[in-house]
């Protein structure tokens, strides 16, 4: 049986959460500079047209997941249908890495999101993440072109409804 994921909204009480999770290196590998993505991270707090969740089974937290308006940002992908959301992620405790659970909760996540009327998930994994695009491809996501972003070049990946 499949473990449940809970996605609960982000909130100052776990910045220190995320803060240590950024530093780690598993998580620094692809994110970078732990203190310039927590600057990134807690100053989204109040963006409107981003949605941040902690994610937890079992009554633990263990990871990071950020939802946001495609079309606020100048993303580089191309055009895309109107309301398309991009997601980036990241599993924070070593334990739960290469257990299953970062295709399972982003499955979760992508088919709650499109049950509720979103038309398209995007998602531009680094060329180099080959378990990122693997926990993609299999909670459902097709590869669609490559993307340069400002972290360099990307495979955009997308999920429609």
């Avoid at 998930?121 to 993307?147: Q, T």
Wanted: proline share 7%; glycine share 10%.
């Amino acid at each position: 049986m499949a473990p449940d994921y809970v996605f609960h909204p982000m909130t100052e009480a776990d910045l220190p959460l995320v803060r240590r999770w950024l530093g780690l290196p598993h998580v620094r590998k692809w994110w970078g500079d732990p203190d310039d993505q927590y600057a990134l991270v807690s100053g989204d707090l109040d963006e409107p047209a981003m949605d941040q969740y902690i994610v937890s089974t079992g009554g633990n937290d263990f990871g990071y997941l950020q939802c946001y308006d495609q079309t606020a940002w100048n993303s580089g992908f191309g055009d895309q249908p109107e309301g398309t959301r991009g997601i980036d992620l990241f599993i924070g405790e070593p334990d739960m890495i290469e257990c299953g659970h970062g295709s399972a909760f982003i499955r979760a996540f992508a088919d709650d999101r499109l049950r509720r009327g979103t038309p398209r998930l995007v998602v531009d994994p680094d060329l180099a993440n080959r378990r990122a695009i693997r926990a993609y491809a299999k909670a459902g996501f097709g590869e669609d072109h490559m993307v340069d972003t400002p972290d360099g070049p990307a495979l955009l990946m997308v999920r429609d409804a």
